[in-house]
């Protein structure tokens, strides 16, 4: 037991040292050309991926709420993958899909369990989407995987992905201002998403054709159950990537405004998915912005939804290092 403990603690040490960091090669998405369709063969497998293409550019018009085969109707809105997932779902710190593959098994404190990647897709269907699981074994969900799978090539397992996931913001340590989030809303966004915040759809309502400015609240978008309701996660999306065209090279807004605009877009009214107090069973890794019940550290219901953050992040720093303790302990005994 002992000479377990002191392997693994030299495990550590070694692996700070530069000879053994090639174990976990870091790579990086930004300049990175991402692997192109048109390379893809002419087989079963190039069909699969440019299924899973137009699935997630045109996911309204092949799995929305308004296609015409109701059996197919499996996203709850017009939206596409790609409204959060941009340029095709490649560019850095828009949760790029580049190296996805590589990252799947994966532990997932939402479900406290290792999910699948196609588990991960249907995340983003029933909360992002706001609509039902796709069957594992639909060839929908394969050309999604078939589509991540093809845009990670070249990405080993282990890798260290700069761009990866979204850029996060420097919280503010303070509630989000909403009165300052509806100025800088009506300055920066409302001219695309509309004032209404209902965006601009492509065509008319039941042509299943979608949005050109997605809708940030209201029925027609991602549920309470979603990523994106994460004042974090939005603050951190929107710094790097909106008003449209913005990357992380050059943000617009400031890290409070992107704080308080995140706040003013995620006060407004949403579809609620039902049974989210059986996300993050674990409790103890529940994110600190996961505006739902039940609150495990006895702060408000408010605190959690707008700030301040940083309290509540020391709080869960302190439960967690508790919590490893404990079980060092106890596997020493
Ligand atoms: C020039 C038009 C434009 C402006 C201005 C703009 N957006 Fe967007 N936004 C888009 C488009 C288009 C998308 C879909 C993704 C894409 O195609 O790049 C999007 C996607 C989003 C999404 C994710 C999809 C959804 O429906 O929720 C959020 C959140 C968002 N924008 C928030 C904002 C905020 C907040 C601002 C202001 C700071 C803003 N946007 C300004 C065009 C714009
Ligand atoms: C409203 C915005 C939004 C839309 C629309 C959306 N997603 Fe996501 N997705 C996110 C966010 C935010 C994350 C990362 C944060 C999280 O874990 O919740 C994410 C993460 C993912 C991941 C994991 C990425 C990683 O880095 O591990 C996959 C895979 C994924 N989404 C697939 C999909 C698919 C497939 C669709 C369309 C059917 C979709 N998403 C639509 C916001 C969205």
Known sequence: MKARIVASSLGLLLAATPALAQEAPTLSLIDRPAPSLDKLPKDAYGDLVRYGHELTTRTFAVIGPEVQERSMRFAGNNLACTSCHQNEATKPYAMPWVGVSATFPQYRAREDAISSVEERVNGCMERSMNGKALPLESRE??????????????????????????????????????????????????????????????????????????????????????????????????????????????????????????????????????????????????????????????????????????????????????????????AMR
């Open 141 to 330: 969900m394969k050309a999604f995987a078939a589509y991540i799978h093809y845009m990670s090539r070249g990405v080993p397992v282990g890798a260290k992905v700069e761009g990866a996931g979204a850029k996060q913001i420097k919280v503010p340590d303070r509630r989000a201002d909403l009165v300052a989030g509806e100025a800088v809303y009506a300055r920066n966004c409302a001219a695309c998403h509309g004032v209404d915040g209902q965006g601009q759809r492509r065509g008319k309502v039941g042509d299943a054709e979608g949005y050109v400015f997605p809708p940030l609240w209201g029925k027609d978008t991602f549920n309470n159950g979603a990523g994106m309701n994460r004042m974090l996660t939005a603050a951190a999306f929107i710094r790097h990537n909106m008003p449209q065209g913005t990357t992380h090279v050059a943000p617009v807004l400031s890290d409070d405004e992107a704080f308080d605009v995140a706040g003013y877009v995620l006060s407004k009214s949403r579809p609620i998915k039902a049974g989210l107090e059986n996300d993050f069973p674990a409790r103890w890794n529940k994110p600190v912005d996961a505006a739902f019940p039940p609150y495990v550290d006895g702060a408000s219901a408010d605190q959690h939804r707008y700030g301040p953050y940083p309290p509540l992040m020391d709080l869960a720093r302190q439960r967690a290092a508790a919590l490893k303790a404990a079980r060092d302990a106890a």
